[in-house]
């Protein structure tokens, strides 16, 4: 059974960092592009940042380029966010997304984990 | 960026209807074009993917339709665990963006 794991989520002051992690398990890791989705509280979904199986590729929502950036341990079997300069705007549940097809990003997600909330308030 | 724009944003239905929900893209994207269905608290779950091919595990009560940038999201006999928030996603080219979400209450 495939799984993700958020953590790393937490109310952090605006323009300060985090970094959010994302264990998985029960598929062969390395072999999947990955990827960030974000939902904002009661807004719809907003795609992120994505990664490619050896992290040849890398893409960012322009919202997040240059502040957010992500990266992942194979050998970990682990994905990552390192978020600088947070804003306020940047106030959401993380999900951690698993792209459906191996090898490339096909930008689309058949398994969510259940997400890790950041909140980012004085 | 390419923009998604779905109709309507929120749809009032009754159990047994038959129930479309249209995604439109700003420019084609071909058949690059997914649908999640969100419940409230929970993650969202991948129906849809390549505007038709159905998720395994999914009902097939669910269909998807169209390339270049009209596509529709049809729920044929509407059961009670079907309302929930549905959403398009392109995936034709980063950044993969969504629709705003359609509300099925």
């Known amino acids: 059974e495939v799984q993700l794991v958020e953590s790393g989520g937490a109310l952090v002051q605006p323009g300060r960092s985090l970094r959010l992690s994302c264990v998985a398990s029960g598929f062969s890791f390395g072999d ?17 940042a994505g990664i490619t199986w050896k992290s040849g590729s890398i893409d ?6 240059g502040r957010f950036s992500i990266s992942r341990d194979n ?21 951690c997304v698993k792209d459906r097809s191996p090898s490339y990003s096909s930008g689309c997600g058949d398994h969510w984990g259940q997400g890790t909330l950041v909140t980012v308030s004085s | 960026d390419i923009q998604m724009t779905q109709s309507p944003s929120s749809l009032s239905a009754s159990v047994g209807d038959r129930v479309t929900i249209t995604c439109r893209a700003s420019q084609s994207i071909n058949n690059y074009l997914n649908w999640y269905q969100q419940k409230p608290g929970k993650a969202p779950k991948l129906l849809i993917y390549s ?17 270049g940038t009209e596509f529709t999201l049809i729920i044929t006999s ?26 099925l209450e």
């Open chain 1, 32 to 48: 999947y592009a990955m990827h960030w989705v974000r939902q904002a509280p009661g807004k719809g979904l907003e795609w992120i």
């Open chain 1, 60 to 65: 960012y929502a322009d919202s997040v380029k």
């Open chain 1, 75 to 95: 050998a970990k079997n682990s994905l990552f966010l390192q978020m600088n300069s947070l804003r306020s705007e940047d106030t959401a549940l993380y999900y």
């Open chain 2, 51 to 67: 505007a038709s091919s159905v998720q395994r595990g999914v009902p097939s009560r669910f269909s998807g339709s169209g390339s």
């Open chain 2, 78 to 103: 509407l059961q009670p665990e079907d309302f929930a928030t549905y959403y398009c996603q392109q995936s034709y080219s980063a950044p993969f963006t969504f629709g705003q979400g359609t509300n």
